[in-house]
């Protein structure tokens, strides 16, 4: 497989007040294809859980924060590559 593309997968939340979260579980593991809009990562704030969504079509090629990792917002916290 060729990699033409890498696109990150960033901890995004627009929640007032929430600076981190923690990665409750990937549902995806490294090599596993996703596509685009697909829930891949479940986290966890101080005032919900969120399911984060592939942002592309692809395979998962890093996991970055893995699971238990508490990470900033805005963070990335994986890779897909297409």
């Given at each position: 497989m060729e990699?033409?593309?890498?696109?990150d997968i960033v901890l995004l939340y627009n929640g007032a007040g929430i600076?981190?979260?923690?990665i409750t579980r990937w549902l995806k593991t490294v090599?596993?294809?996703?596509t685009?809009?697909?829930?891949?990562?479940?986290v966890e704030t101080v005032k919900a859980t969120i399911e984060i969504e592939a942002p592309a079509n692809?395979?998962?090629?890093?996991i970055i924060a893995p699971d238990g990792a508490t990470v900033e917002?805005?963070?990335v916290i994986g890779t897909i590559a297409s």
């Open positions: 990699v033409t593309n890498v696109i600076e981190e979260a923690t090599g596993n294809q996703v685009e809009g697909e829930v891949i990562v479940e692809g395979t998962l090629a890093a917002v805005n963070s």
